[in-house]
């Protein structure tokens, strides 16, 4: 690792209509140094970046690359300069295929002409370099989302690119897939390349980067080597807050305080619903949060779409408060009493352009509707009443839910089945891309739902919520239960296990 | 921890839903009625008046529909079409041509009744390839578009059809109060379908649909018919609206009903301030878009500036107005 | 560290399947030979030179549109101008037809890039939307070709040689057919081989995904735009030429013709995916059923009204789609 300056940025100062998103921010990454970014959402990380590549212009301040002062007034001109940038939503083509999305824009030629059998070839080669093997020719959206961030990477590689900035490239990693990202990135650095990496995950930080740099308010407030600042020093800086409220604040415990011979309210028992699910059991009791957990593409969401009767069971049974269901639609299940909260807020979850009065009565508006014509005054009521219950902040209830943080929209996500009053709540990763906040409040307030009779059962990748947050977890595994355990057995490693090996380990282990 | 949670700063608007857009287009149309009590002659006789709005009835109960339908996120390019079947229809049945029913009261209402139901039974087959086979709607009444018209022609062999029957003479000529019937409808038709998107279920399911079609999914909204029903509405109101105009001609000309309706009802919606990209319905603002591109055509024409000079200046209205809109919508 | 072996045994099909996309475009060739077998068939002259030369030369025009379409359907644009253009083109070219065919050809295009271009620049420099936008110089192109003619055809000079544009032969196919037939190689050369076809799909894939990879997606799409403007202008000009008069009116309908003929070959109509010989033979497919009518009246065992050529045309759009729905959802 070289001590040379690749990156300088000093001194960025960026307003938005009068509110600042920037003020004096700045970075620095040597070359062949891995730089973590970290900050809460709204910390000014990604305007920071957007800067650097060029996708904003600054107001005020300088960015020095390779020693030079620069100034890239959009993307092409940053990766032309030698910065490319991995985003979050994979940014790529997904209709074209691999070797296409490595080469789109320098495409190599022949007489003026495409040489496919070149990019193709070329295109392999680079994949090979990380151990990739795959048919460079087939369309892009036919590999999954690991092979497609190798593919951005190999892209960036491809175009001589001397930094490369990854924007939450973990997100919807599992853990195997984070660990060959990892691997990748240790390449970039023995190739003298800087990274800056954006995460969210404060162990993913500690395993990768040299030198962590946090951001709060706009403004740099953090610049320490890795090694030398501790989780909790990282997380009281984000937050601006002191070590000892930080603590405090971690120290939610989980306090067992359910009657554990509650009726069951939901049993699935062979649940198969292909191509994903395949023997899924499980049981949910009244008052009770139930981790699912599992890798990527081990059934967690397939399962639960199954069960909310979006998606077709093939085999098994689904008993819901003790009698047999199959629920054939959404409204099948949300009648029978489940609610369902999908991991994709944006996509699947708000109607962006609604009131959150409507967005939060989107289920119940039919109860609200005497022949046809919606009870305004009951709407009212119900929405403010949440409103205050749920602590969800916003300036008025007509205002529309896109202009909310995220943690206020998950909010009203809620608030919009609770209002139908559920017997159980179906939650697939409810605090993702939520700040640190704002996650633990929506923690708190799934405990209390579940302390007042709701069941629960919750989809999440973060171990320390399924370790602390629930009473009891499920391990899926290739579309199979492969574990269980209770609230005493549920630590971190028996779960990541589980999650790994299966079942076959996890009785060895337990032999 | 609230000072940690970041509401993206917000300006105060109007509290009427798209009040911004829509004083826009009123300010348009109150600047364009100006210019014409000062500049052209005759404006105010109720004579202009009624022209100006018989001209424009048939156009707005169609953008009514068309609002709708791309409140859904879809378009319906049949809406012509639907109009020269429902147009054809009627004169073969109150000429007993078609039932054997002889002309008589009773034929005279199943004209105006079976017409109008059989352009909402193909707005059904719209909605239903839209639906069950998620057909981009573009293409779903692509089909009806093309083929529509063609069953028109065929039904009537591509004759003009003249009549005279009393009742559709009431229709396309009767006043009551002095008004024109058919402006009664067309107030009629406004004012439910405003009714409808800011006060019923349906208004805010039809709007769920098209702000985000996945979560009303999974909120449990019955996607599918909702959509199949907002392209029966538009398909009844293209029915309403081809009687109208076999009414006022007093002829049937399966060539010619409704031609290019499509693009003047999809002009009065872009015009009115509705987004073409769907989870947003404003029917005043098509109403005035549609009041605003005849107005605009009154004018010229008055001023001695020919019809296709007009197609010019509707073509600039038109993009100017969704310019103004792209404007306003980016941050 | 390897994920080879597990990646590719992860591959989940999200999109179609490769054979069923496959299967899905050239289901209009094996429509198109379908439908030739039949009417050879069937139909004596069908085959006959005149009938070949005459489907070729009128249906030429129709073919030009339907390639312009079809580059910007896969941008994920639409272009709804194109008839109107074309209209403004042959009374444009019409007029100047007297100083030669030369002269009618440049005017002709040229009058169609312009409009082209203006709807390219007004959707990728202001972001207008595109159906919208060409919806508005439809109707402007439209006014504009009447203003010129003064409401009337334009009948072009016999004088020089610009009505050959339309009826004229080289190397006994129709100069009509050749037009085409070069702008079509030259177009899926332009697709598959250069960075601008590239561009083209990877804009209509994920635009934004386009400009963050530095490609130049507002001049790719002035581009398109302004290449199917000149080519709607082009098909104006034969338009012209063939019938002897510029027709203000003409063209009404043409966009609609083109998108289904599009649509017919298989590419999406969100853009990102498509091909410019199947853009060809979806167009074929569609003048071809128009033809096979004809000779179906003159055979005389019954007699279908040029009307249901629509109606014919319309079903025909309804189960192309309806199969590629099939195909698109079939498990792969």
Redesign the interface.
């Known amino acids: 690792m070289g001590d040379e300056i690749l990156l300088s940025m000093t001194g960025i100062t960026k307003s938005f209509s009068g509110v600042m998103a920037l003020k004096d921010a700045g970075l620095t990454v040597a070359r062949g140094e891995v730089l973590g970014l970290i900050g809460q959402n709204g910390a000014g990380k990604s305007t920071l970046l957007k800067v650097l590549t060029g996708a904003l212009a600054r107001d005020r301040g300088t960015v020095r690359f390779e020693g030079a002062v620069v100034d890239f007034r959009t993307p092409q001109d940053a990766q032309a300069g030698g910065i490319a940038a991995i985003y979050q939503e994979i940014n790529l083509v997904p209709l074209r295929s691999v070797a296409e999305n490595i080469f789109l824009g320098r495409e190599p030629r022949r007489w003026g002409l495409i040489d496919w059998r070149r990019m193709n070839s070329q295109a392999a080669q680079l994949l090979g370099q990380f151990d990739i093997r795959v048919d460079v020719r087939q369309p892009l959206n036919q590999f999954n989302t690991a092979t497609q961030q190798m593919v951005a990477i190999a892209r960036a590689i491809g175009q001589r690119s001397r930094l490369v900035v990854m924007d939450e490239p973990t997100s919807s990693l599992d853990d195997r897939e984070v660990a060959v990202l990892f691997d990748v990135i240790r390449q970039l650095k023995a190739r003298g390349i800087g990274v800056i990496f954006v995460s969210h995950r404060l162990d993913e930080l500690y395993a990768v980067c040299d030198r962590v740099t946090v951001m709060r308010d706009g403004m740099t407030v953090a610049d320490q080597p890795m090694a030398s600042i501790g989780k909790l020093e990282l997380v009281a800086s984000m937050l601006g807050r002191s070590l000892e409220e930080v603590k405090q604040f971690g120290a939610t415990a989980f306090h067992e305080d359910f009657a554990p011979r509650a009726a069951k309210v939901l049993e699935v028992a062979g649940l198969k619903s292909a191509p994903r699910v395949a023997a899924v059991d499980l049981d949910v009791r009244e008052g009770e949060i139930v981790g699912l957990a599992g890798l990527l593409g081990s059934g967690r969401t397939e399962t639960a779409r199954a069960i909310f009767g979006i998606d077709r069971a093939q085999a098994g049974t689904i008993r819901f408060g003790g009698l047999q269901t199959g629920f054939r639609s959404a409204q099948d299940a949300i009648r029978a009493g489940i609610g369902f909260c999908s991991e994709d807020r944006k996509t699947e979850g708000i109607v962006p352009d609604m009131s959150v009065r409507d967005n939060l009565t989107l289920a119940l508006l039919p109860q609200l509707t005497r022949h046809g014509v919606i009870d305004q005054i009951r709407q009212r009521e119900i929405v403010d009443r949440l409103v205050k219950r749920l602590g969800i902040r916003l300036a008025s209830a007509d205002q529309k839910i896109r202009e909310l943080s995220g943690g206020n929209q998950q909010k009203v996500l809620l608030a919009r089945w609770l209002c139908m009053q559920p017997r159980l709540l179906i939650l697939d990763e409810p605090t993702r891309g939520i700040d640190v906040a704002a996650k633990a409040e929506i923690q708190g307030l799934i405990r209390e739902l579940a302390r007042d009779g709701l069941g629960v059962l919750m989809i999440s990748s973060e171990l320390e919520e399924l370790t602390e947050g629930c009473h009891r977890v499920r391990v899926l595994r290739d579309g199979r239960s492969v574990a269980a355990f209770d609230h005493e057995q549920a630590t971190e490693h028996a779960i990541m296990n589980a999650m790994a090996h299966g079942p076959a380990e996890v009785s060895h282990a337990g032999a | ?2 000072e ?7 300006r105060r608007r109007l ?1 009427l839903p798209h009040g911004g857009a829509l004083g826009g287009t009123l300010l348009s149309l109150v600047l364009l009625v100006l210019f014409n009590l000062v500049a052209t002659p005759h404006f105010t006789s109720l004579q202009t008046l009624y022209v100006n709005l018989t001209q424009v009835t048939t156009i707005v109960i169609v953008a009514v529909g068309m609002t709708m339908v791309i409140a859904t996120g879809g ?1 319906d ?1 049949s809406v012509g079409s639907l109009m020269a079947i429902s147009g054809a229809l009627a004169p073969l049945i109150f000429a007993g041509k078609l039932l054997g029913i002889g002309p008589g009261p009773l034929a005279d209402g199943l004209a105006f009744v079976l017409p109008v139901l059989v352009a909402m039974g193909f707005g059904c087959f719209n909605g239903w ?1 839209v639906a069950r ?4 709607p ?3 009444t ?10 028109a ?2 039904m009537t ?2 004759n003009l059809q003249a009549f005279h029957n009393a009742a559709f003479h009431t229709l396309g000529l009767g006043r009551v109060l002095g008004v024109p019937i058919q402006v009664w409808l067309m107030a009629t038709v406004v004012g439910i379908a405003t009714w409808v998107i800011a ?4 208004g ?2 039809l ?2 649909v098209g ?2 079609e ?9 996607v599918g018919r909702i959509k199949i029903l907002v392209y029966a509405v538009s398909g009844l109101l293209s029915g309403i609206a081809g009687l109208i105009v076999i009414a006022i001609n007093s002829s049937s000309d399966a060539n010619l009903v409704g ?2 309706m499509e ?1 003047d009802a ?2 009065a919606v ?1 015009v009115g301030g509705t987004a ?2 769907g ?2 319905a404003s029917i005043i603002g098509t109403l005035l878009g549609a009041l605003i591109i005849q107005l605009l055509r009154y004018t010229l024409l008055s001023h001695g500036i ?7 200046v ?3 209205v ?2 100017v107005a ?2 103004i809109q ?1 404007v306003r919508r980016a ?1 | 560290m390897s994920i080879s072996g597990t990646s590719l045994a992860d591959t989940i099909a999200v999109g179609p399947s490769r054979h069923a996309a496959l299967l899905q475009r050239q289901g209009v060739v094996v429509a198109l030979v379908l439908l030739i077998l039949f009417g050879a068939w069937r139909y004596d002259d069908f085959l006959g030179l005149y009938n070949v030369m005459s489907v070729l030369r009128y249906n030429s025009m129709f073919a030009l549109v339907a390639l312009g379409m079809g580059f910007v359907i896969m941008t994920g644009g639409i272009d709804l101008s194109v008839g109107a253009t074309a209209a403004l083109a042959s009374v444009v070219s019409a007029g100047v037809s007297d100083v030669g065919l030369g002269a009618g050809l440049a005017a002709g295009i040229a009058a169609g890039l312009a409009i082209g271009l203006i709807n390219g620049l007004a959707i990728a420099w202001a972001r207008l939307p595109a159906f919208v936008t060409t919806l508005a110089t439809m109707l402007a192109a439209r006014g504009l070709a009447l203003l010129i003619s003064g409401n009337q055809s334009v009948s072009v000079s016999w004088e020089t040689s610009f009505t050959d544009l339309g009826g004229g032969d080289f190397l006994g196919f129709p100069i009509p057919a050749w037009i085409a037939g070069i702008a079509f190689v030259l177009g899926a050369v332009l697709l598959n081989f250069t960075g601008f076809g590239r561009a083209v799909l990877a804009i209509g894939g994920n635009e934004e995904a386009a400009r963050l990879m530095g490609l130049p997606v507002a001049r790719t799409k002035v581009l398109v735009y302004g290449l199917t403007g000149a080519l709607a202008g082009l098909a104006g000009v034969i338009l012209a030429a063939q019938f002897g008069a510029g027709q203000p009116t003409e063209g009404q309908g043409w966009e609609l013709f083109a998108i289904a003929a599009v649509v017919v070959g298989g590419t999406l109509l969100t853009g990102g995916m498509g091909s410019v010989g199947f853009t060809l033979a979806g167009a074929m497919l569609l003048g071809l059923i128009f033809n096979i009518l004809n000779f179906e009246n003159g055979k005389g065992d019954f007699t279908l009204s040029a009307y249901w050529q629509s109606v014919i045309r319309g079903a025909f759009l309804l189960l192309v789609v309806l199969l590629q729905n099939r195909l698109a959802r079939r498990p792969s």
Do not use: H, S, W
């Open positions: 921890m609230q940690l949670e970041i509401v993206a700063p917000r509290v378009i390019l390839l086979f998620r057909i981009q573009i293409v779903a692509l089909v009806l578009f093309i083929a529509g018209r063609g069953i022609q065929v062999n591509g006060r019923t279920l349906y805010r399911q709007l769920a702000g985000n996945a979560a009303a999914r999974l909120a449990g909204l019955p031609l290019g693009l999809i002009a872009a073409l990209t989870g947003r020919p019809d296709a000079a007009a197609l010019v509707k073509a600039a038109i993009l969704v310019y792209q941050p």
